[in-house]
């Protein structure tokens, strides 16, 4: 029988780590602060804003929500940006995606100061994680990274195989697997004969954005299994992989929900700990 990967518990204890050491900057005068900016009115980018607020209100760490109306322009919203990027009591700064259609995406995000770009989707953050020297890893890839560590499931020499190569979970998930030492495949949509290459996965991450997608004769037995997927079907929560049918085959797997879905906003709180740490200029883990 797998191993259940408990998000909710591992998030738990980075959240831990974050709220100690968020009270200890504040212990030397130092505080953390994240803003939120949240354009129109779309219902599930409001959970997960209500959602990051709430985590950063338990941790200690300042949130401030922007919440702007669905016609702001470009012009509106990049000069807000332009001021939270020079706020210094603003460590923090992401803007909840989709935007509006008028809105330019790549624009708003590459507005962001690099240095406050807490989801790390500045041009400047994506290659600085390309060539392995980072601050800032996109939060759903960085927690997975931290469920394997947990669980102390070695990447080095493993066949690791991503299906997905969103900029937002696919690559950058591949690129942190790389770095570990991991032997990679990146699948997608034209990927041809993608079972033959999931079967050869000692780590299958699966980020599609199809319900029970992954089923149990793409997985190879002993396989750990990693479901990124979030998809509503009738109001019920899925992930990407089909749980019943793989967990007997896999040595460890994350449920849906309770697995990735708590990593990501435990590790949003990590990269504004990690900002504010870097803008007070203290390195790595000393405080
Ligand atoms: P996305 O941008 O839609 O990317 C989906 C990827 O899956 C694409 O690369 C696509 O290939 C690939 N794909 C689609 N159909 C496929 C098929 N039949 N065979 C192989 N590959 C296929 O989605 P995303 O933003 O990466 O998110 C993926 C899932 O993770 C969604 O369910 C999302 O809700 C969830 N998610 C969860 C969290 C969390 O915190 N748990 C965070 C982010 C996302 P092409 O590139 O060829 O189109």
């Known amino acids: 029988m797998s191993k259940l990967i408990d998000g909710k518990q591992i998030s738990a204890s980075v959240k831990e780590r974050v709220r100690q050491e968020v009270s200890a900057l504040r212990a030397r005068g130092v505080s953390v602060g994240l803003a939120v900016i949240i354009v129109g009115e779309d219902p599930a980018?409001?959970?997960?804003?209500?959602?990051?607020?709430?985590?950063?209100?338990?941790?200690?760490?300042?949130?401030?929500?922007?919440?702007?109306?669905?016609?702001?322009?470009?012009?509106?919203?990049?000069s807000l940006i332009d001021r939270l990027n020079r706020d210094s009591g603003v460590n923090g700064i992401l803007c909840q995606l989709p935007l509006p259609r008028h809105l330019n995406e790549k624009n708003i995000l590459r507005a962001i100061a690099p240095e406050k770009d807490v989801d790390a989707f500045h041009p400047q953050n994506v290659g600085r994680i390309m060539i392995g020297d980072y601050d800032f890893v996109p939060c759903t890839p960085a927690g997975i990274m931290e469920m394997l560590a947990h669980e102390q499931i070695e990447v080095t020499g493993k066949r690791c195989v991503v299906i997905g190569r969103s900029n937002i979970v696919g690559k950058p998930m591949a690129m942190l697997?790389?770095?570990?030492?991991?032997?990679?495949?990146?699948?997608?949509?034209?990927t041809e004969n993608l079972r033959e290459i999931t079967k050869t996965a000692d780590i299958l991450v699966a980020a599609v954005g199809r319900a029970k997608f992954v089923t149990a004769d793409m997985v190879k037995e002993g396989a750990v299994v990693i479901d990124v997927g979030m998809n509503r079907v009738d109001g019920k929560l899925f992930g990407d992989v089909d749980f019943d049918a793989v967990a007997p085959k896999a040595s460890a797997i994350t449920p849906v929900p309770g697995g990735v879905g708590p990593m990501t906003i435990a590790m949003l709180m990590q990269n504004t700990l990690t900002a504010a740490k870097r803008q007070a200029g203290i390195s790595g883990d000393s405080l």
């Not at 607020?53 to 200690?60: P, V």
């Open 177 to 190: 697997l790389l770095h570990h030492n991991g032997t990679v495949t990146i699948c997608h949509s034209k």
């Open 45 to 78: 980018s409001k959970i997960y804003v209500a959602n990051k607020k709430k985590a950063c209100e338990a941790l200690g760490i300042l949130s401030t929500e922007y919440a702007l109306p669905a016609e702001t322009t470009e012009e509106e919203l990049l």
